[in-house]
């Protein structure tokens, strides 16, 4: 097998735009696994919310699988949801990208990440909507202040949501102006974020620490994403597959893009091209 690992973003490349997985996907993902293959979710979104996603996959509580999240914060088993590597962010890093992204737009609303839970202040009703669709839990931040969370877990990632992409890049812009661009790493999601971890933090360096760990070279991953989160990941596997519906960015660093779209199948279509299709 040339391969040994999938490494895929959820949102828009696993999953449909409604947040549920198509059956195509599920049986070949099933398949794989079976075969001894890695399929390794890679999400900007906590492993707690993913747990509806492995489930139906088959992977949930499984020894020896395993989940990517915060864009790379964490590395964690699926067995017992054992973080293996945190890599997370500054309280003082973290409580100065807060109040310039809130304070860049009245209507934004920010998510704060820890280890173990979600915190969203202003929540917008389309971003309500969203978390409710795809079953994440969070807690309400009733005022401006993130000074509690220094008797929280370790903070992972702040992204901020604005439907309105002129907003996001006032976000991005101003935040990098605010705390320097070499202190985190800033890319957009789902047509509706605006992330930022530490820098050093992203979905292609996590994925290939967890390769390493496995004896998994890069040569022998697959990446697979939409967004510009996704870059990093792409360009630093063995195969980086864009979707079809990937934004053009994404399509421009892949080796591959999919004739199939995150409705219709894409990862399904990985897999058999470049997996299955071995044995």
Not at 55 to 67: H, I, S
């Amino acid at each position: 097998m040339r391969y040994k690992m999938l490494i895929s973003d959820l949102d828009e490349t696993l999953l449909n735009d409604n947040g549920t997985i198509n059956e195509k996907n599920v049986q070949a993902i099933k398949k794989a696994v079976q075969m001894g293959f890695k399929f390794v979710p890679n999400t900007g979104r906590s492993f707690n919310s993913v747990q509806g996603v492995l489930d139906k996959l088959g992977l949930k509580n499984k020894a020896q699988q395993y989940v990517i999240s915060y864009n790379g914060g964490a590395i964690v088993e699926n067995l017992n949801n054992e973080v293996l590597i945190a890599r997370d962010m500054d309280l003082m890093l973290a409580d100065l990208i807060f109040k310039t992204g809130i304070q860049s737009d009245p209507l934004t609303d920010a998510h704060i990440y820890t280890t173990d839970k979600l915190f969203i202040y202003n929540i917008s009703v389309a971003d309500k909507n969203y978390m409710d669709e795809r079953g994440v839990s969070y807690e309400l931040l009733e005022e401006p202040d993130l000074s509690f969370l220094k008797h929280e877990e370790p903070l992972m990632k702040i992204i901020f949501e604005h439907s309105n992409l002129e907003v996001r890049e006032k976000i991005m812009a101003n935040v990098l102006v605010a705390v320097g661009s070499e202190a985190v790493e800033a890319t957009y999601s789902s047509g509706r974020y605006v992330e930022f971890n530490p820098a050093g933090v992203d979905k292609g360096s996590a994925g290939n620490v967890l390769g390493a760990k496995l004896g998994i070279n890069p040569e022998e991953i697959i990446s697979a994403g939409d967004n510009s989160n996704d870059i990093a990941m792409i360009k630093s596997a063995g195969l980086g597959i864009a979707v079809q519906n990937a934004i053009q960015p994404v399509k421009d660093v892949a080796q591959v893009i999919t004739d199939r779209t995150n409705n219709d199948g894409a990862i399904a279509e990985i897999l058999e091209r470049f997996v299955l299709g071995d044995d």
